[in-house]
């Protein structure tokens, strides 16, 4: 096998890099936006409601992934098909002669432009009203999902077009990941023959490179009290009141230290509900979730013990403080040579490298960071986020394309 660094493998290198800016097929616009177009019709989002979390193996994203994203590898000749528990799909392609292996990634779940009209469309325009005057597709979900696989599919047809043998390992996952947690990946990462080199995400970033981002554990919070009817609260113990409490207290904690990139910590109060919701009636049990961002080295269930020492004692209301969900932070060092490579990639295609960048959201890149697996984001996107309009411009998606597609070249072949 040949090793990194042998004169052999810069021959390789080299020969990779030239077909990559020279003579690699281009990716088929025309089909590219077609295949948008129509994924954008599938709904996969995350109703709207205190359940912000969807199972991977929900119908809905069963029907997605099986009934839409297969048959489309099928009709590209894609055979080479991993079945991952939980309704995940890996393609993986290439011989693993040479050692270096690409992990990408993207997900079939929507949580975002909630209040889109004619969410599900499809529809191909320019988006100029919209603040960019160029064609896009519109659709719910095209900067979160649709537009990456349409990409990748897309990348998948210049290949199998091109002819080239892929000497390393190329894995594509479609990842259900919809609870806010690693789950979906890390059955991805414990079901591929061989450990990823370099991961990438494709999520919309604006076409600019996250490197980083803060990680996230939802502490959730039960405050008890006593039901009473409103016009005699002193009989009862207003939950609202112990939320309330809990809420300034909450808001009251601090940390000294914070990241030169990701900046700092917070344990924010973004849900709250209320139980029971009956005429006149002041409730007797409130239920908080609290957003605890975390930074490189928190522990998610440490940072739990926080808000839970910060709570403190609520009498007369007793309270519950537990750890939810979680996604770690995660770093790659711009240095990374995956990373030059595919900076070098998306220069042969706009120009010039990406803007790099480092996110205050939870992203699942820290997963497979945390497991070995250097992982970034980067993809298309538009829009007004979060709860607005969603489109990908054509021009994007087709440099996404060309820039994965260079890096498959450079590194794989």
Not at 196 to 203: A, D, K, M, N
Not at 263 to 281: D, W
Not at 328 to 340: I, K, R, T, Y
Request: hydrophobic share 40%.
């Amino acid at each position: 096998m040949t090793q990194v660094g042998t004169p052999k493998d810069s021959l390789r290198k080299l020969e990779a890099m030239a077909l990559s800016t020279d003579t690699f097929p281009q990716v088929d616009e025309d089909f590219l936006v077609t295949t948008m177009s129509k994924l954008a019709k599938v709904p996969t989002v995350v109703p709207m409601g205190w359940e912000t979390f969807m199972e991977p193996d929900d119908p809905k994203l069963v029907h997605y992934v099986q009934e839409v994203i297969r048959p489309e590898l099928d009709r590209l000749g894609v055979r080479n098909i991993l079945d991952v528990p939980r309704n995940n799909l890996v393609v993986e392609l290439g011989t693993g002669e040479i050692d270096d292996a690409l992990l990408i990634q993207n997900y079939t779940v929507v949580q975002h432009h909630n209040l889109m009209e004619d969410p599900h469309s499809g529809k191909v325009g320019n988006a100029r009203a919209h603040g960019d005057d160029r064609p896009a597709v519109f659709g719910q979900g095209v900067s979160q999902s649709k537009a990456h696989q349409a990409v990748m599919l897309g990348v998948f047809k210049a290949l199998q077009a091109s002819d080239v043998t892929i000497r390393g390992k190329l894995y594509w996952a479609v990842n259900n990941e919809g609870l806010s947690s690693h789950h979906c990946s890390d059955a991805i990462l414990d079901h591929l023959e061989r450990k990823p080199s370099f991961g990438v995400i494709q999520l919309g970033t604006g076409m600019r490179l996250s490197l980083g981002n803060r990680g996230r554990v939802d502490v959730n919070v039960h405050v008890e009290g006593k039901a009473a009817h409103s016009s005699t609260p002193h009989e009862g113990l207003s939950a609202i009141e112990g939320a309330s409490q809990a809420m300034d207290r909450l808001r009251a904690m601090t940390w000294e230290d914070t990241h030169p990139q990701l900046g700092g910590r917070q344990a924010l109060p973004y849900k709250v509900r209320y139980e029971p919701l009956a005429p006149h009636t002041l409730p007797s049990d409130a239920y908080i979730a609290v957003d605890r961002r975390l930074l490189p080295g928190d522990d998610p269930d440490a940072a739990t013990d926080e808000v839970r020492a910060q709570l403190g004692d609520l009498a007369p209301w007793r309270t519950e403080v537990s750890s939810g969900y979680f996604m770690l932070p995660s770093m790659v060092d711009a240095d990374n040579a995956w990373v030059q490579d595919l900076q070098a990639s998306i220069a042969e295609v706009r120009g010039k490298p990406a803007e790099t960048v480092y996110g205050q959201g939870a992203f699942d890149a820290g997963g497979p960071t945390a497991r070995g697996v250097p992982t970034i984001m980067y993809g298309a996107s538009g829009g007004e986020w979060p709860t607005g309009i969603d489109f990908v411009a054509i021009a994007d998606a087709m440099d996404e394309a060309g820039a994965l597609a260079r890096l498959i070249a450079r590194r794989l072949l």
